[in-house]
């Protein structure tokens, strides 16, 4: 029980720190950093002793502290333990570097009180036990992080992208509570280890149907995915730590939501191609943008929205222990690059002359196609190639593309045999570790997550697709560097870098355009 009172208490100390900041308001006020990086380090610590308790105490618990369902609890388990350590110790960096990036800023305290408040919110979320738990935490965390994108709150375009964020947010919401809704009358409980055990068993019907789909439109709607992702891209004007916890935090939640209620989604073949499909085209559609982006944070704005579509995808495919793996090492990388997005800019700008660029011909991208599919099935065999899921052969195949695409540019003719080498070598090391990390994930969530069911005829349709689909644009990303001087590329460059305007439809359906400041 004690553990279980620590995890109970994780938010409690970033509420202590979100206190001090908003009493300190002052320019440079005294100990908020301080008494905020203390605050986020304890909350890591009980983080740390709770994953502890977890792995000494030999499988997930949840008791229930309070009246009933709803009493507040907490739910102990290799995925809330795992998000809970990774929200804490991102807080902890961001709030310590949030401490540098804002020092002499006359709004440094609330600043730093409503960032303690957001990561509060995901700990309570990550952490819930009862859907009276999880929701409110799910919308405290859209209110508070909605204070951060206005912290300039004169800036037009910051205004403008909040205005979004905000009205998708209360869309994501409205799903959610309708979903908890049908699920608490499909199960009779708001307690979610009982629904998720009902549902494993098949129960629930066609209320936990339409609790699955209210749950991918929450999940979708969080996380950025076509055609509501405009929002996510244009969130610049705020300080560098808040696009940090977003990136690497806050837009992860629907993610989690899908694998925190991953056995009702699995009663909803449907709810689940759909998010494949639109997964993918979030996926493919971020990452072609991504490239033509010139500014580092907007780059990596669109990177995010790929690797949302991405997580989602994995979702749809059932393939949920990945999707969890996925959550952690995007959150790590992203948070890294955001942090240090001003140091590499720096870094290029010394650099007065590039060096030369190996640009692949059609010979070089074939002959890297055919080493990395090589080398996908003689690791993947290493690892039990055999033994696992077709979704997640066909996820490996996909990853794999990327392994291709990084080889292309060593095999090119004009590449020296130093770039060849180190090429080979990282795509080796890369290959390596997807299926160890695979591996790790899928035994640390056995008997928590279920494996991914046998494709039916749709399920391998979408799969061709997907895989098709990746491979041809990896294809082209590796050989567009030779039709980069024709007339129609550049014209392609255009419409890609504004994302095919559908932002810009997006914008007038809400009126985004408007200056006005919003109530």
């Known amino acids: 029980m004690p553990i279980h009172l620590l995890l109970l208490l994780a938010p409690v100390p970033l509420l202590m720190g979100a206190a001090i900041g908003f009493i300190n308001p002052g320019r440079r006020p005294k100990r908020v950093p301080e008494v905020a990086e203390a605050a986020t380090l304890t909350a890591l610590g009980f983080a740390l002793v709770s994953a502890a308790g977890l792995i000494l105490s030999g499988g997930g618990v949840r008791p229930l502290i309070g009246p009933g369902d709803f009493g507040p609890s907490v739910r102990l388990d290799a995925v809330s333990a795992t998000m809970l350590l990774l929200v804490t110790f991102i807080g902890w960096v961001v709030v310590r570097y949030a401490g540098t990036y804002l020092d002499g800023e006359a709004r440094q305290g609330p600043f730093t009180g409503w960032l303690c408040m957001t990561l509060a919110a995901v700990v309570a979320l990550v952490t819930a036990g009862t859907l009276f738990q999880l929701v409110p935490a799910w919308i405290a965390t859209s209110l508070f992080l909605h204070r951060l994108l206005l912290f300039y709150p004169g800036r037009v375009a910051a205004r403008r992208a909040a205005r979004k964020k905000f009205i998708t947010a209360r869309l994501g919401n409205a799903a959610l509570i309708g979903a908890a809704a049908l699920l608490a009358a499909a199960y009779g409980t708001a ?261 991914a069911p046998p494709p039916g005829p749709l399920e391998w349709a979408l799969m061709a697709l997907a895989v098709g689909s990746f491979g041809l644009v990896a294809v082209v990303q590796a050989m567009f560097p030779l039709w980069a001087h024709h007339p129609a590329a550049g014209g392609l460059r255009v419409h890609l870098s504004n994302g095919f305007y559908v932002n810009a439809v997006f914008d007038r359906i809400v009126g985004g355009w408007s200056s006005r400041r919003p109530s």
């Open 191 to 451: 307690d979610i280890g009982a629904i998720l055990q009902a549902a494993r068993a098949g129960e629930g019907g066609s209320l936990a149907t339409g609790a699955a789909a209210l749950l991918a439109l929450a999940a979708m709607l969080k996380s950025a995915q076509f055609p509501t992702h405009g929002w996510l891209t244009e969130v610049m004007e705020t300080p560098t730590p808040v696009s940090a916890t977003l990136h690497a935090g806050v837009i992860n939640a629907g993610g989690f939501l899908l694998i925190r209620f991953a056995d009702v989604m699995l009663l909803a073949p449907t709810v689940l191609a759909l998010l494949v499909i639109i997964g993918g085209l979030t996926a493919l559609f971020g990452s072609l943008v991504m490239l033509t982006q010139p500014a580092v944070k907007t780059s990596l704005a669109w990177s995010t929205v790929a690797q949302m579509g991405f997580m989602i995808f994995e979702c749809g495919l059932s393939l949920f222990p990945l999707a969890l793996l996925h959550i952690v090492a995007h959150s790590l990388y992203k948070a890294h690059s955001f942090l240090a997005s001003g140091g590499a800019v720096e870094r290029v700008a010394a650099i007065r002359r590039p060096g030369p660029v190996a640009i692949p011909d059609a010979g070089a991208v074939g002959r890297a196609f055919a080493w990395a599919l090589a080398l996908y099935v003689v690791v993947g065999l290493a690892f039990g190639l055999t033994h696992k899921s077709p979704q997640a052969i066909a996820l490996g195949a996909i990853l794999i593309f990327g392994v291709a695409y990084m080889l292309a540019q060593g095999f090119a003719d004009a590449a020296p045999r130093a770039l060849t080498r180190r090429t080979a070598v990282y795509a080796g090391a890369t290959s390596v570790g997807y299926f160890a990390l695979q591996k790790a994930a899928t035994s640390l969530t056995a008997g928590l997550l279920p494996p």
